[in-house]
């Protein structure tokens, strides 16, 4: 076979599968014509011309995702580093601005969040960043948005997914946050304190009265026997007077026959009349000055002479030191 007609051949393979390419799902391709902008294609085979037209590039149209770190300060000068998370993605009508307006995406993206975020994060203090990190997210998304949809993106969400203060801001949070549940529940300590004195003092007050009414129809009926006694005894000639001592020396000797019944008893019984006391007193003061008396009459009294005693050598004894003498 000539060899011109297999480079022919082989030519015009080259060139039949240089005709034909596919696009990806999702996926948009720009042609370009001798370094100018033709068309743009999707998904699917497709067809262009060799040599003429060429891939320019391929554009990615589902949603993406570029998480931003920034280190700002808030209103009460705590630095912070907040992470926000930026969703977006390339309108389809739109591939050509996004392809050649914009060449790197995601930086320019990433300079309008720290632009947004340090302009609203130093109005805030600590507390309320936390609070109003929706708000902070909402006000990056329009901010995108009304920058970005100029080049062809689309701002799907943003996110505001992490705030991490300072390791000594934190520690600081923490203790006064466990200050304040320990504060709380001092508070409930106290207050079921409070409610069980309170039960309690009730109880103990409910105790009394019942011990009173007790003691009261205890000592009532007790009258009442005493009366029936009496009227026992005046029965049988016996005047008030008399029954009245009879009924106290009869209780006087049953108490005293109660006590005794127990062997193992400690008790010692004093007298617990009114006047008891200074009986005793005036009994131990008359003591005392009798005590006093004998031992002043024994002093006064005159010392007796002793008889001469006549040792002789039979009644010597040597252990015996004494001197004796005629009187003493």
């Known amino acids: 076979m000539n060899p011109f007609i297999i480079v022919l051949i082989v030519f015009g393979l080259f060139i039949l599968f240089a005709s034909f390419f596919t696009v990806?799902?999702?996926?948009?391709?720009v042609i370009e014509r001798f370094g100018k902008f033709t068309s743009i294609?999707?998904?699917?085979?497709?067809?262009?011309?060799?040599i003429?037209?060429?891939?320019?590039?391929?554009?990615?149209?589902?949603?993406?995702?570029?998480?931003?770190?920034i280190e700002t300060k808030t209103?009460?000068?705590?630095?912070?580093?907040?992470?926000?998370?930026?969703?977006?993605?390339?309108?389809?009508?739109?591939?050509?601005?996004?392809?050649?307006?914009l060449?790197?995406?995601?930086d320019q993206i990433t300079a309008y969040v720290f632009d947004v975020v340090r302009a609203e994060v130093p109005k805030l203090i600590l507390d309320d960043v936390f609070v109003r990190k929706d708000d902070i997210a909402i006000a990056v998304k329009r901010e995108l948005n009304e920058a970005m949809t100029t080049y062809g993106y689309d701002i799907i969400n943003t996110l505001v997914t992490d705030i991490d203060p300072d390791i000594q801001v934190k520690n600081a949070m923490n203790r006064i946050n466990a200050a304040d549940r320990e504060k709380t529940a001092a508070?409930?300590?106290?207050?079921?304190?409070?409610?069980?004195?309170v039960a309690k003092a009730k109880a103990e007050a409910e105790s009394k009265k019942l011990q009173g009414q007790g003691i009261a129809d205890q000592r009532r009926e007790i009258a009442r026997g005493l009366v029936e006694s009496v009227e026992v005894l005046n029965s049988v000639g016996i005047n008030s007077q008399e029954a009245s001592a009879l009924i106290v020396v009869t209780q006087h000797y049953d108490t005293l026959q109660a006590i005794g019944a127990d062997t193992n008893s400690n008790l010692i019984l004093l007298?617990?009349?009114?006047?008891?006391?200074?009986?005793?007193?005036?009994?131990?003061?008359?003591?005392?000055?009798?005590?006093n008396q004998i031992g002043e009459t024994m002093k006064n009294q005159p010392k007796r002479p002793k008889k001469k005693i006549?040792?002789?050598?039979?009644?010597?004894?040597?252990?015996?030191?004494?001197?004796p003498t005629d009187e003493v």
Not at 187 to 197: C, T
């Open 24 to 29: 990806k799902q999702q996926t948009a391709v």
């Open 41 to 50: 294609r999707n998904s699917g085979l497709q067809l262009k011309i060799p």
């Open 52 to 69: 003429i037209d060429r891939v320019a590039g391929r554009v990615n149209l589902r949603i993406q995702q570029l998480d931003v770190l």
């Open 75 to 101: 209103k009460d000068n705590v630095f912070i580093k907040m992470k926000v998370s930026v969703q977006f993605k390339v309108i389809q009508d739109k591939v050509y601005e996004a392809f050649y307006k």
């Open 103 to 106: 060449e790197y995406p995601h």
């Open 187 to 197: 508070e409930f300590e106290s207050e079921a304190q409070r409610i069980r004195i």
């Open 271 to 291: 007298p617990n009349s009114p006047q008891a006391g200074s009986d005793m007193l005036n009994n131990m003061v008359a003591s005392f000055s009798a005590s």
């Open 310 to 323: 006549d040792n002789t050598s039979a009644d010597y004894n040597p252990s015996d030191t004494s001197n």
